[in-house]
């Protein structure tokens, strides 16, 4: 992996809602129509116009992403993925992969630039952080190094414990690649 690739990777502790990207990622239900966490925070900070656009959708099944407007968010516009609720099964790994590749996928055809995803499933889905960072970051590596004019994607973790698993993995990635440029040289 490219150190350049890694740079354009950032996790911050935050509220999503308040983040200037280009899209900021939902963490939805199949209805799209709202929800509890990170889903019912971009409804109330969005205004009740997205749950209108998100009516005219009509659903999202797992997996798979949809795009409306910001409308009230500084972020231009919503990217809504499904993620899996976590059974210790291996689909949900394919399915938790799905999301990031869609969401990126669609951002990519919207001329999105730069996203800020939270930890899909990993609140009341209960997928554990210290897998699913390994699916976000894997997932956005390979995005990033097949399309080099993409800017930045943020992991934007509401709790400090979810945003240290980010970081010391995304240091260690870091590491890694150093290591690996220096072994080359020499
Ligand atoms: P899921 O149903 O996919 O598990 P949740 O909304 O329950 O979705 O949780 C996903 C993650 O989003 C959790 O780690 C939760 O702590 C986090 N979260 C909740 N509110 C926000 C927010 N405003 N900004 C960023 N992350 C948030």
Request: contains cysteine; positive net charge; charged residues 20%.
């Amino acid at each position: 992996m490219k150190s350049k690739t890694l740079n354009k990777l950032e996790a911050i502790q935050g509220d999503i809602t308040r983040l200037k990207v280009d899209a900021i990622v939902n963490a939805a239900n199949t209805s799209l129509l709202g929800g509890g966490g990170v889903d019912g925070a971009i409804h109330r900070a969005a205004g009740p116009k997205l749950l209108e656009e998100c009516r005219r959708i009509g659903g999202c099944p797992t997996g798979e992403a949809r795009i409306t407007k910001g409308y009230n968010l500084p972020a231009r516009h919503i990217i809504h993925t499904v993620g899996p609720v976590y059974r210790g099964k291996p689909s949900d790994s394919r399915l938790l992969q799905n999301c990031y590749d869609n969401s990126l996928a669609l951002a990519l055809a919207n001329n999105i630039a730069s996203i800020a995803f939270p930890a899909i499933s990993c609140g009341v889905y209960g997928y554990p952080v210290r897998d699913a960072v390994t699916i976000a970051v894997n997932a956005s590596c390979r995005f990033l190094e097949k399309n080099p004019a993409f800017d930045k994607i943020l992991f934007v973790l509401f709790s400090k414990h979810d945003h240290d698993v980010y970081v010391d993995h995304i240091e260690k990635l870091k590491k890694k690649t150093i290591i690996c440029y220096f072994y080359r040289q020499y």
